[in-house]
């Protein structure tokens, strides 16, 4: 059986190939990603499962098994701009999506011989969920692009879901969702600590969880963690939008979060001459208690509006 570190070192091992294309360890996740989806899209329209694909056929994953050469490379390039296009979680997976291999040679081999040969479905979901956790916490590390500071250390994450103790039928929200390191977390406390019937089961995975980011690559990322892990439904989970802009109108019995700090927010200010100047933005809400630029403390204030009576944040 295909353990977590296999799968792991089997995908990482390639990565390192396609380093020496210049490819960095981001990019390289990223092209996983829209790969994975495909392929796990393509599985569930198979016996046992017999699902409709809402992918397009023109862009699904047998679309890129008949092709090679400069041919598979101009329709991964097209696959990924049109799917980008698509609504719901499709939409977050393949958002201002890029090609980054540079060789289709070496994206074949990474669709066929990597990809193709596994059957991704079939494997737990903790084997690819954590697999897949493993290459972010390998991004995370690397200095040279890599996501770290959307990667929250798991260990950290997992103290302060012990000690939130959430609980089935709570909704969870994360308003800075990096990862998804603490929706991931309190989704396997709950799991673990609770004995639930299949009615709490598809609630947990379907109707618990939810977040925010405001970066495409950061927000299909998550995505894909959770999605790998079962966590998903019809729609993602996670919104690509920026969280402090308004009130969402949305209530939660526990926030989970690591909110980015040390910055106030801005916005880029274009003159008629094209000059570039930073102008310092001031969020303005009916539910903040102040009116301030300062990130930290509108994330604050943020948090607060979006409890429940007696809800709890961390």
């Known amino acids: 059986m295909t353990s977590p ?3 792991v070192s089997k995908l990482w091992n390639y990565c390192n190939v396609l380093r020496d294309d210049g490819l960095s360890y981001g990019d390289y996740v990223e092209q996983l990603t829209y790969l994975l989806f495909l392929k796990m899209d393509d599985e569930r329209t198979k016996s046992p499962y017999n699902k409709k694909s809402d992918i397009p056929k023109k862009y699904n994953w047998q679309s890129l098994l008949d092709k090679e050469g400069a ?19 499709i939409g977050v997976i393949f958002r201002k999506s890029q090609n980054r291999i540079q060789d289709p040679a070496k ?28 290459l972010l916490e390998k991004n995370a590390a690397d200095v040279k692009g890599g996501a770290g500071q959307y990667f929250t250390p798991r260990p950290l994450i997992n103290s302060m879901v ?16 990096g990862t998804g390191g603490f929706l991931l977390s309190a989704y396997n406390f709950i799991r673990d600590n609770y004995k639930l019937d299949r009615d709490q089961q598809k609630e947990l995975k379907h109707d618990t969880f939810s977040g925010n980011d405001i970066v495409p690559m950061v927000a299909r990322l998550c ?29 939660y019995n ?19 001459e094209g000059e570039t100047s930073k102008q310092t933005l001031t969020i303005v809400r009916d539910d903040f208690w102040t009116e301030t630029s300062n990130k930290q403390l509108n994330f604050l204030q943020h948090v607060k509006s979006i409890l429940k009576i007696n809800g709890r944040a961390a």
Do not use: C
Request: a negative charge; aromatic letters at 4%; hydrophobic letters at 35%.
């Open 5 to 7: 570190q296999q799968l």
């Open 71 to 89: 041919e598979l490379e101009t329709h991964y390039i097209e696959l990924l701009t049109e799917l980008g296009k698509e609504s719901g979680i």
């Open 107 to 134: 994206l074949r081999k990474l669709i066929v011989d990597l990809i193709n040969k596994e059957n991704w479905l079939n494997l737990d979901a903790d084997v690819k969920g954590d697999a897949y956790e493993g």
């Open 162 to 177: 012990k000690v939130m103790k959430p609980e089935p039928g709570m909704k969870i929200h994360d308003p800075a969702s």
């Open 223 to 251: 995505v894909m963690n959770l999605y790998l892990h079962g966590i998903n439904g019809e729609e993602s989970p996670i919104s690509l939008e920026d969280s402090l802009k308004k009130n969402p109108g949305a209530v």
């Open 254 to 272: 526990m926030v989970l979060t690591n909110p980015p700090f040390g910055k106030k927010s801005s916005e880029t200010i274009v003159t008629e």
